[in-house]
């Protein structure tokens, strides 16, 4: 079982930045591939952004290229979500998720695909 913890969040007006963490418990964070999901009120849970176990190949939603960089520090486990640029649309919680299998081919975009999760940090991004 893996306990996935995140922190960060905040309220923020347009154009700031803010970094997430999520720090998950257990011996095997190096051998899951990880993800940030969001999910504003009244919406669908989206997929923001993946990165492998390895912490070389990333995705990202395209609402977010060029804004987020996800990445990771398997000594520390723990990935981070950097957010610049932030815009009001961002507004949402935002949950980690680990995806423990080790045949997928390539990175998970779905919440099926994840098998454990945070409980969120709030990001509220003013006009």
């Known amino acids: 079982q893996v306990q996935l913890v995140e922190s960060g969040g905040g309220l923020v007006q347009a154009g700031d930045s803010l970094r997430l963490s999520c720090a998950a418990s257990?011996?095997?964070?190096?051998?899951?591939?990880m993800a940030w999901f969001r999910q504003a009120p009244g919406k669908e849970r989206e997929f923001v952004a993946g990165?492998?176990?390895?912490?070389?190949?990333?995705y990202y939603s395209d609402f977010v290229k060029g804004r987020f960089t996800i990445s990771r520090d398997n000594a520390k486990n723990t990935v981070y979500l950097q957010m610049n640029a932030l815009k009001p649309e961002d507004t949402a919680v935002y949950y980690c998720?680990?995806?423990?299998?080790?045949?997928?081919?390539?990175?998970?975009?779905?919440?099926?695909?994840?098998?454990?999760w945070g409980q969120g940090t709030q990001v509220t991004v003013s006009s």
């Open positions: 998720a680990a995806d423990r299998s080790a045949l997928r081919i390539g990175i998970g975009r779905r919440g099926v695909d994840y098998d454990y």
């Open positions: 257990g011996s095997t964070f190096s051998t899951y591939d």
């Open positions: 990165i492998r176990a390895s912490g070389v190949i990333t």
